[in-house]
């Protein structure tokens, strides 16, 4: 086998190790032949998309596959060409490097993202061909972060909630709770303060409990699949019968947590507060509050200090 190792691999751009809207991608294609070798064509290509799949089963036998894409550019490059060198691309044996700069769009795209029912893909490949041999390919993937969507409204105003609940079964009184945070929008790592005014005029002690979440949907052929999941909880003290208590708590927001996914059609990533009182044979009052997630995106330039990802041959 005269191609012995074909890889792309591209430069880290910033201490994260992630690109965003109109950055630019540097890096090569390597490949190494053990003896003189002829080549037809070497082709560079970028690729951003979206998909989701999922199956759907009814009754024993009939089994169906739910898909749908979304796709945010696809280019290709040739590095050489049959026709562009005439067929006479020859490489003497030892390792050869073919550099490319790619720049990404400068347009709204998701960032990267990936679950078991979808996912938002990066990736830079290299295809080479000979001739009377399989074509070869190699592709690395990479993280892209969007900009954050700074005009989303009310993203960075205070918001509020409010409920009332009246406790009946073997008990008696009002319970009322009203919450507010400072803004809907917050950056990974950031604290999410939660302030709870709990007036309970009932007759039974009631706990606060406050709980970030996250709310993944996927979206194809007129379907959905909706999947949550607790990411934060955390209690407050509680507040006995005939009490009125302001009660004040800290949210950590994960620094890796991923962020908001609300400009792509067929993938939705969405986060939201929830607070609610713990009441004994009770139903708990709760409210609910949207959250974005922004994206801190790398500012710390290292472009040429190191390669992030690189992948070998597949056929």
């Not at 769009?105 to 000979?130: I, N, W």
């Not at 709870?196 to 005029?201: G, L, T, V």
């Not at 996250?214 to 955390?234: C, D, L, M, P």
Request: include cysteine.
């Amino acid at each position: 086998m005269t191609i012995e190792f074909f890889s792309i691999e591209y430069d880290a751009n910033n201490s994260k190790n992630t690109f965003t809207n109109g950055d630019t991608i540097t890096g090569r294609i390597i490949l190494q032949v053990s003896k003189k070798t002829r080549l037809q064509s070497l082709i560079f290509r970028a690729k951003g998309k979206a998909n989701v799949c999922w199956h759907e089963h009814y009754g024993q036998n009939i089994h169906v596959m739910i898909t749908s894409n979304e796709k945010y550019y696809d280019i290709e490059r040739p590095i050489f060409t049959e026709a562009g060198r005439d067929g006479k691309e020859v490489l003497g044996q030892g390792r050869h490097s073919f550099p490319f700069s790619f720049k990404l769009p400068d347009r709204d795209m998701p960032s990267t993202f990936k679950a078991s029912e979808g996912k938002v893909v990066y990736q830079l490949r290299a295809q080479l061909k000979q001739s009377m041999s399989l074509s070869k390919k190699t592709r690395a993937k990479f993280t892209f972060v969007s900009k954050p969507d700074m005009t989303i409204p009310m993203l960075m105003e205070p918001q509020y909630g409010c409920k009332n609940q009246s406790v009946t079964f073997f008990a008696s009184g009002n319970i009322s709770l009203n919450i507010s945070i400072q803004k809907m929008g917050y950056r990974q790592g950031e604290g999410l303060k939660v302030v709870a005014e709990i007036s309970n005029c009932s007759t039974r002690v009631v706990k606060p409990k406050f709980v970030l979440y996250e709310k993944k949907s996927f979206f194809a052929q007129g379907r959905r699949r909706v999947h949550t999941h607790n990411i934060v909880k955390e209690k407050g003290e509680e507040v006995g019968s005939s009490c009125t208590q302001t009660v004040a708590k800290t949210i950590c927001i994960p620094p890796e947590l991923p962020p908001s996914i609300l400009n792509c059609s067929i993938i939705k990533l969405e986060y939201r507060l929830k607070v609610f009182l713990d009441v004994t044979l009770a139903k708990n009052p709760e409210i609910k509050l949207p959250i974005i997630i922004l994206p801190c995106v790398g500012s710390v330039t290292t472009k040429g200090s190191g390669v992030e990802e690189s992948a070998s041959v597949y056929l």
